[in-house]
């Protein structure tokens, strides 16, 4: 992990008593993972009455750099160890190392929950409907009398509040053909999960 | 079940029966051919020549030979409708034969292109999956997640489309498995009750 000049000057002023007291200091870590997990925290210390003695401009560095800190090493998977030996550089106590590291871990799984959401994919299939027809007839052609499907898959694509529909129709081979297919596909992905 | 003419189609029909066996055949061709490919009015004038008849005589001749062959393929009649059907036009045993053979034999063929002609939905192709872990992303290191990409082809009419999807191992399980429920309801009773009784 490795963090810009910048940021590790407001990390080294986070945990500078003279700026953060070591009361706000638990609390200021706890606003800044708020703030990134609830989109509705986004603005929590500016308003938050406890941080009205310290200087807004201080307080706007030392928040910036304490977000950057628990993004990065909750997308870089940090252990204590690895975080300890940063804050150590930036002349934290070890007191405050090990409120940083208790309010970071027990927060880390849920922030890289979030963090795994941010990529790119195809439309990602949730469930399916079918249906089943049997095909009699049409104006051109009389006695077909056969077996027809409809399959609807339902996708989640990324920000898109609703589900997308992908629809085809299969005659009763063809949906043999599909499901031998995903099965074949499930298989492998058992033989796999199992190794 | 047996099919009904209109008189002018009777009569167009009954041009066939004083033809050679050679002659009908070649008028069978031309019927097939036009059903295929469509018709190409320039043959008429020819085959008008050649009989010494009159160009629309020909062309009726062949429209009502095109209207039986298609006629008998969509209602799939058997060999026994369709004689009988022919039966009042006042044909030679030689050229009814000849006619049953030539429906007989090109009936699956003009049913294949009546049904292309027909209302058709966007139908399954071709499926192909790939199994993936997905290790890293620019916002997150150190992942495992398992993903499934799948390359759908579906054709509508002669179109062939393209779509990729991806699923995760559980929706993958769950999406087979009803997908086979789906394939187990055409074998259950209810769906063999009516298919048996729809015929």
Sequence with gaps: MELAATVLENIVLAGDSAHISDKLFGQLVTCACQGIVFEENRNVVGDNPAFKDVDKAILK??????????????????????????????????????????????????????????????????????????????????????????????????????????????????????????????????????? | MLLIFEDSQKDHLSFLADLDAEVLKEFGKISLNFIRKGANTKIFQGAAQKLGVPVDTVQHGVEALMYLLTESSKYLLNEIDFQDSIMTLGFGDETRSSLLALYLEHRREIRDILNEMSLDLPHYHNLEWRFDVQLASRSLRHQVSPSILMKLQTMDGDKKEMKMLQTDPVNLVHITRVLEEALQEMKSGYCRRITRNIK
Excluded at chain 1, 65 to 77: C, M, P, Q
Excluded at chain 1, 85 to 104: A, G, P, Q, V, W
Excluded at chain 1, 162 to 168: H, P, T
């Design chain 1, 61 to 195: 560095a030392v928040y910036g750099g304490l977000v950057s800190l628990i993004v990065e090493a909750a997308k870089h998977d940090s252990n204590e160890q690895n975080i300890s030996t940063i804050l150590e550089e930036c002349k934290f106590t070890s007191d405050r190392i090990n409120e940083f590291n208790k309010i970071f871990l027990s927060q880390k799984p849920h922030l890289q929950l979030l963090l795994g959401k941010i990529s790119s994919s195809f439309p990602h299939i949730v469930d399916v409907d079918w249906r089943l027809d049997y095909y009699i007839k049409n104006n051109n052609l009389e006695k077909i009398d056969s077996a027809v499907y409809l399959v609807n898959l339902k996708t989640e694509i990324p920000d898109e509040k609703e589900l997308q529909d992908v629809q085809f129709s299969c005659t009763l081979e063809q949906l043999q053909d599909l499901v031998g297919k995903l099965k074949d596909a499930t298989k492998c992905m058992e033989k796999i999960a199992q190794v």
